[in-house]
């Protein structure tokens, strides 16, 4: 069973635009990690932010911000205002005990945003 | 502060070769992984070494293999190199484990298999 879902494969959006990113995960686990990677075209993946179970505060970081919902399993990421430099393939990611221990990070497909001038 | 570095960048081989990759952790850091992302199977965790020692591996036959050296530093090799391990295979490494820590990657080693 995939336990990380990121349904969009691509998404092209124009500059200044919001665009949201989805992602769904499945666990057994009562105590999980999410994350959120970021991967230029240069290829080494930049990490963006990790979040665990407990804690379901939404997160803002300037121009970036993350909704989790344990109710929906859903760990969404917003990028406000997009610009050029935020075209990357996005990564969200889950660490849990059951796979194999937290250390082990279950990766979804990715979604490869476009923003255009 | 200089953050992980892997060689070499890129590695052409040839069916049946064997290919080693190399990755020097964050100093400090005594975790290091391995990931592999190939077309169409997107990222995959590949091995986990901590303290010289292998913790955690995932699905991937005994010909991937590796260590960790008493610097932290790490190896990848592969044996009887498959037209299907063309990859990026990215290291990361972290702190010591026990609870969970971030995780940082290096830049990755290309391996094309001809």
């Known amino acids: 069973a995939q336990k990380v879902t990121q349904a969009q494969t691509e998404i092209s959006v124009v500059e200044k635009e919001d665009v949201t990113l989805d992602c769904v995960y499945e666990t057994r686990d009562t105590t999980y990690y999410l994350f959120w990677y970021k991967q230029p075209p240069s290829g080494e993946l930049v990490f963006l932010i990790r979040r665990n179970s407990f804690d379901e505060q939404n997160e803002i970081s300037g121009r970036y911000s993350w909704n989790f919902q344990k109710s929906t399993s859903s760990f969404n990421f917003t990028i406000t205002a997009s610009q050029v430099v935020d075209s990357a393939v996005y990564f969200c990611a889950l660490s849990e005990l059951f796979s194999g221990g937290y250390n082990k990070l279950i990766f979804g497909a990715g979604t490869r945003l476009a923003v255009h001038p | 502060e200089a953050g992980v570095t892997q060689s070499p960048t890129h590695l052409i081989k040839t069916r049946g070769q064997q290919a080693t990759l190399r990755c020097s952790p964050i100093s400090g850091h005594t975790s290091v992984y391995w990931y592999q992302q190939a077309l169409g199977l997107g990222l995959q965790f590949l091995l986990w070494?901590?303290?010289?020692?292998?913790?955690n591996r995932g699905n991937f036959p005994p010909r991937f293999s590796g260590r960790q050296f008493p610097n932290y530093s790490s190896e990848l090799n592969v044996n009887a190199l498959e037209l299907e391990d063309s990859a990026l295979y990215l290291c990361?490494?972290?702190?010591?484990?026990?609870?969970?820590?971030?995780?940082?990657f290096g830049p990755g080693t290309r391996l094309t298999v001809l």
């Open positions: 990361a490494s972290s702190l010591a484990s026990g609870s969970y820590n971030e995780q940082f």
């Open positions: 070494y901590d303290e010289g020692e292998e913790r």
